[in-house]
């Protein structure tokens, strides 16, 4: 078996490479344009997996069909922040995002390869993701009240309603699931959509705007403020967490069980037993590091954020008996291991 991995340098593709390449023992190809400072720290571990890399760009058609031919494509490539629009990235988001996810549909239609696609809760517009029931516990905000449609206190599910607005990152990965949808049932070829909360895990290079927990984590570690920002400086916005090799055990199923697994979407995420604030996440970095931050309240919200989401996993559960292993508190101290093993490098990329 063969498997291509577009953004198969970032935190999620190479890491998925490494591990379903253990898992299926099959070939796997990288390809990369490595945008994303970090990316390029990837590539001798890529190497040391016997993974071939290739450096190339989703949005150029010639990139992609230089490629070998392959069983499965694992679309992974994307700019990722929901803030990229805001920071001036707009047309770069929506070219890598949209017409890149288009390219690899083209590219899958020609290889006869089935498409695992790595799409976002961010689908899920925010507006109406706001009108959650919350209130305000000790450490966290709770869902206290009626069920919305497509959630309640278990998460969000695959039938929480679409209209509404979402981001320009939302939005773009939106459209690329529609278009492999309409893609696959044109051409014949099977596809499998995965809208994931927050991925999580060594090898993730964490920024203000993506990777939160990481950059958590990594700020504690360099003894450097943090703000808590919205829903009144308090760090109670809730997320659920899932590790990245939980993702990739949950993949090895879904391509070994494309029987089940094929055109399906499913929501995948750590779900309500791995969700924390970012006050526990607080105590967590604390008690690893031994280092106290200072932490600044910024009580306005910023753009399209959301004080609370879990995904609802029930569906992906059912059809594939696949759960979340690894505990929030396992996944902080792997990730902390992991940067004392890469301190180095980990900050000649943030230089
Ligand atoms: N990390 C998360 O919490 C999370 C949550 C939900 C969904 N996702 C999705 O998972 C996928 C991977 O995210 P990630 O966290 O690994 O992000 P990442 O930024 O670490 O990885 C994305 C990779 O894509 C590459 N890339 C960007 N533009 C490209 C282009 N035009 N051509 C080729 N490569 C390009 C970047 O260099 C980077 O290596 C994305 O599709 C993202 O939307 C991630």
Not at 126 to 133: E, F, G, K, M, S
């Amino acid at each position: 078996m063969r498997l291509v991995i577009t953004g198969g340098a970032g935190f999620v593709g190479s890491s998925l490479a490494v591990r379903l390449r253990e898992a299926l023992g099959a070939e796997v190809v990288c390809l990369d344009n490595l945008k994303r400072r970090g990316s390029e720290l990837s590539l001798p571990r890529l190497k040391r997996h016997g993974i071939t890399f290739v450096h190339g760009d989703v949005r150029l058609w010639d990139d992609l069909a230089a490629l070998p031919p392959a069983d499965v494509l694992l679309e992974c490539s994307a700019e990722p922040s929901v803030l990229a629009g805001n920071q001036g990235q707009g047309r770069y988001l929506v070219d890598t995002n949209l017409v890149g996810a288009v390219n690899c549909c083209e590219w899958a239609r020609q290889a006869g390869a089935a498409v695992v696609f790595l799409s976002t809760s961010r689908v899920y517009p925010y507006d109406r993701l706001r009108q959650a029931p919350l209130i305000t516990g000790e450490t966290r905000l709770l869902w206290q009240g009626p069920n919305l449609p497509g959630a309640g206190p278990e998460g969000v599910s695959e039938d929480f309603p679409l209209p509404g607005r979402r981001s320009l990152y939302g939005a773009s990965k939106l459209a690329a699931e529609l278009l492999l949808v309409e893609y696959a049932d044109m051409y014949g070829f099977p596809y499998v959509i995965n809208r994931c909360g927050v991925i999580t895990g060594p090898w993730q290079f964490g920024k203000t705007d993506q990777g939160v927990f990481m950059y958590w984590l990594l700020q504690h570690y360099l003894r450097s403020p943090l703000q808590y920002i919205g829903y009144g400086g308090a760090g109670k916005q809730v997320r659920d967490l899932l590790h990245v090799d939980d993702l990739a055990e949950l993949l090895a199923r879904q391509i070994t069980r494309l029987d089940v697994a094929r055109h399906k979407t499913y929501n995948v995420g750590g779900g309500a037993t791995n969700s924390l604030s970012l006050l526990e996440a607080t105590d967590l970095c604390r008690s690893l590091t031994g280092h106290t931050v200072p932490i600044a309240p910024v009580p306005e919200e910023r753009w399209a954020d959301i004080p609370w989401y879990v995904s609802d996993c029930n569906r992906v559960e059912a059809d594939l008996g696949w759960q979340p292993q690894r505990t929030v508190p396992q996944t902080f101290t792997e990730m902390f291991d992991w940067i004392r093993e890469y301190r180095e490098q980990l900050l000649s990329s943030l230089r």
